[in-house]
C-alpha cells in the first residue's frame, strides 16, 4: 500500500499468524465479490484487520471465522468482510487541481444549463465517507448559491455499507474540515454536539444522494452523467477489472462528459478508449463509442 493510500486505523494485535490457505481463501473473497486485488505485501494489513473482527464476533481463530463466513446463506458476513478489507481514505478536496479544474472549466457551463432549467447530474463513484461528494457540492453552491433550487444533483456511492453510514451522518473532526476552496467556505460547516465535531450544513447534504453500489454489479441508473470522479478506488483492482470499467464509464457519461480519476490511476491503454486526456488524470468522453478492438495492454 502507497503513503498516499495507507489507512489510518490503528493496527490490531493479530491473535495467531493467518495460514498462507486461509489468506488465499480471503483474497479469493476479497476478488470475486469487490474486484480486490490483495497482494502478499498487504498479508500484515489483512490479518490485523480480520483480528479485529475475528474478537469482535468472538470467534476462536481466522479457521472458524473463515468457515461461517463461507456458509452464511444470506452473505452478510461475506459483506462485513468486503467492509473490512476496503480502504477509506479520503479528504475534503483531495487533488485539488480537479476542483480548480471543476470551478475554471467543468462547472461554469453546467451551471448556465442548470440556471436555465436543464439538468446537471453527477457521480462520486467509490464516495467512502462523504469528503468527495460533499467538496463537489460545496463547489457547486460557492458557484451558485441557487443551485439548490436547481435540476442538479449528485449521487454517492460506495461498496461499503459502513461507510457510507458514515458518509451520510457528514461529520467529521474539525482538522478534517481543511483545504477549502475559500475562507468562505467554512460556512459549509457547522460545530455539532460537545464531542466537538463539525457537520457538513444541510444544505450541502441536501444535493447529494448516498447508495450502496458495487462498480462489478449492474449500475441501475438510467440518466446519463456530466461529471464522474472515480478516484483512488480502481487502483486496488486488477487489470482487467479496471478495463472493463472504462467502457461503462464511458456509456454512463453524456457525450463531453468529464471522468476524473485518480492521481496513480490511468485509463490505458486511451487509444480507442473514446475518452481524451484533458488534464492530470481528467479525461473527456468523446462523441461515438469506444472501439472493441482497441489494443488491450
Ligand atoms: C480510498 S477510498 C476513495 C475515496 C474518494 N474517492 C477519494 O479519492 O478520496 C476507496 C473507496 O472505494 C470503495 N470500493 C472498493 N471497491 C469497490 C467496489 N467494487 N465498488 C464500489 N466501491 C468500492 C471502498 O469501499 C472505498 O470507500
Known amino acids: 500500500m502507497s503513503a498516499e493510500i495507507a489507512d489510518p486505523r490503528p493496527e490490531a494485535p493479530a491473535?495467531?499468524?493467518?495460514?498462507d490457505s486461509?489468506?488465499?481463501?480471503?483474497?479469493?473473497?476479497?476478488?470475486?465479490?469487490?474486484?480486490?486485488?490483495?497482494?502478499?505485501?498487504?498479508?500484515?494489513?489483512?490479518?490485523?484487520?480480520?483480528?479485529?473482527?475475528?474478537?469482535?464476533?468472538g470467534c476462536a481463530d481466522f479457521a472458524t471465522y473463515l468457515a461461517s463466513v463461507e456458509t452464511d446463506p444470506s452473505g452478510e458476513e461475506r459483506r462485513a468482510l468486503i467492509s473490512v478489507l476496503?480502504?477509506?481514505?479520503?479528504?475534503?478536496?483531495?487533488?485539488?487541481?480537479?476542483f480548480d479544474m471543476l470551478r475554471s472549466t467543468v462547472l461554469p457551463p453546467l451551471i448556465d444549463r442548470a440556471k436555465s432549467g436543464g439538468r446537471v447530474?453527477?457521480?462520486?463513484?467509490?464516495?467512502?465517507?462523504?469528503?468527495?461528494?460533499?467538496?463537489?457540492?460545496?463547489?457547486?453552491?460557492?458557484?451558485?448559491?441557487?443551485?439548490?433550487?436547481?435540476?442538479?444533483r449528485i449521487l454517492a456511492s460506495d461498496i461499503d455499507p459502513a461507510i457510507l453510514s458514515k458518509a451520510r451522518a457528514g461529520a467529521y473532526r474539525p482538522?478534517?474540515?481543511?483545504?477549502?476552496?475559500?475562507?468562505?467556505g467554512r460556512r459549509f460547516f457547522k460545530s455539532v454536539g460537545a464531542d466537538g465535531m463539525v457537520s457538513v450544513t444541510s444544505d450541502v447534504r441536501s444535493m447529494v444522494s448516498f447508495r450502496a453500489l458495487n462498480l462489478h454489479s449492474d449500475w441501475p441508473m438510467k440518466q446519463k452523467f456530466d461529471v464522474i470522479f472515480c478516484r483512488n478506488?480502481?487502483?486496488?483492482?486488477?487489470?482487467?477489472?479496471?478495463?472493463?470499467?472504462?467502457?461503462?464509464f464511458h456509456k454512463a457519461l453524456s457525450q463531453?462528459?468529464?471522468?476524473?480519476?485518480?492521481?496513480?490511476e490511468r485509463i490505458h491503454p486511451i487509444e480507442?478508449?473514446?475518452?481524451?486526456?484533458?488534464?492530470?488524470?481528467?479525461?473527456?468522453?468523446?462523441g461515438g463509442t469506444p472501439d472493441p478492438n482497441a489494443p488491450r495492454r
Request: net charge positive; hydrophobic share 40%.
Open 15 to 19: 491473535l495467531q499468524s493467518l495460514s
Open 22 to 57: 486461509e489468506f488465499r481463501r480471503v483474497a479469493a473473497i476479497a476478488s470475486q465479490d469487490a474486484g480486490l486485488m490483495i497482494s502478499d505485501a498487504k498479508r500484515m494489513m489483512v490479518q490485523s484487520r480480520l483480528s479485529r473482527r475475528v474478537r469482535a464476533l
Open 86 to 98: 476496503t480502504t477509506n481514505v479520503s479528504s475534503f478536496f483531495r487533488e485539488s487541481h480537479h
Open 121 to 152: 447530474r453527477l457521480w462520486s463513484a467509490g464516495c467512502s465517507s462523504g469528503q468527495e461528494p460533499y467538496s463537489i457540492a460545496m463547489l457547486i453552491l460557492e458557484l451558485d448559491p441557487d443551485a439548490r433550487a436547481r435540476d442538479v
Open 175 to 184: 482538522e478534517d474540515a481543511v483545504n477549502l476552496p475559500s475562507p468562505a
Open 233 to 248: 478506488v480502481v487502483i486496488y483492482f486488477d487489470g482487467d477489472r479496471q478495463r472493463s470499467l472504462w467502457p461503462r
Open 256 to 264: 463531453g462528459g468529464w471522468l476524473f480519476l485518480g492521481h496513480s
Open 272 to 286: 480507442g478508449s473514446g475518452f481524451t486526456l484533458q488534464g492530470v488524470t481528467a479525461y473527456r468522453r468523446d
